[in-house]
């Protein structure tokens, strides 16, 4: 077994290239579809990501920032942004793109605690660590008094989730890990369990996203 970020490392190191970067986040009990992620999709702005964008109004804190394309549009536009990834190769994209980010985990201690303004989780990162209340929570406590969590959920329809999963690039597969899913229909909930409240849930280009402030 491979671990797992060195399995990103190297599909972030592909990507850059402009080879396939293809990633499989499989979960290892019945939870859903296998996830089908291209690594090449996080070096340049997707669709929804402008609205997302327009939300951070104030420093912004990028959590399991990738290579960085959100934090380095953030910084391109004159916006104080800082990106935070546990990939040594996502900080180093990061950065070559122009945007502040350090090396780092969420639950450990980080720049401004208390101070954000805005504190976003993109691409699925809310299910960081396998345990979205706890990672809410920890933002929560990241945050200015008048900032917002900018979250990317599941569709309607789609059921949360727990598990372990395993990344595959392609004939390698890592270490196991746990992550997490939450879908639009249970963000209410996981917020105000969370000391946080849905201010808005909107959609983009067939994305679905959550605005959160404090309760």
């Given at each position: 077994m491979t671990a797992p970020l060195l399995l990103y490392g190297t599909a972030l190191r592909r990507a850059a290239a402009g080879t396939p970067a293809r990633i499989d986040l499989v979960p290892q009990v019945r939870v859903g579809p296998v996830r089908s992620l291209d690594a090449a999709a996080w070096s340049q702005l997707r669709p929804g990501d402008?609205?997302?964008?327009?939300?951070?109004?104030?420093?912004?804190?990028?959590?399991?920032?990738?290579?960085?394309?959100?934090?380095?549009?953030?910084?391109?536009?004159?916006?104080?942004?800082?990106?935070?990834?546990?990939?040594?190769?996502?900080?180093?994209?990061?950065?070559?793109?122009?945007?502040?980010?350090?090396?780092?985990?969420v639950f450990g201690p980080?720049?401004?605690e208390g101070g954000w303004r805005a504190v976003l989780l993109a691409d699925g990162n809310v299910g960081i660590g396998g345990d979205p209340q706890r990672l809410l929570r920890r933002c929560a406590d990241l945050l200015h008094p008048r900032g917002v969590v900018l979250v990317e959920v599941?569709?309607?329809?789609?059921?949360?989730?727990?598990?372990?999963?395993?990344?595959?690039?392609?004939?390698?597969?890592?270490?196991?890990?746990?992550?997490a899913g939450v879908g639009a229909d249970d963000v209410a909930d996981l917020a105000r369990?969370?000391?946080?409240?849905?201010?808005?849930?909107?959609?983009?280009?067939?994305?679905?996203?959550?605005?959160?402030?404090?309760?």
């Open positions: 402008l609205g997302l964008l327009r939300r951070c109004r104030g420093a912004t804190l990028d959590v399991g920032c990738g290579p960085g394309r959100l934090a380095a549009e953030l910084a391109r536009r004159g916006q104080d942004a800082l990106g935070v990834d546990i990939s040594p190769e996502a900080v180093r994209q990061t950065r070559r793109r122009g945007a502040a980010a350090v090396h780092g985990c980080l720049p401004r599941e569709p309607p329809g789609v059921r949360s989730w727990q598990a372990q999963v395993v990344l595959r690039h392609g004939d390698r597969t890592s270490a196991a890990f746990p992550w369990r969370s000391s946080l409240r849905v201010r808005l849930l909107w959609t983009e280009a067939g994305r679905w996203f959550a605005d959160l402030s404090p309760r």
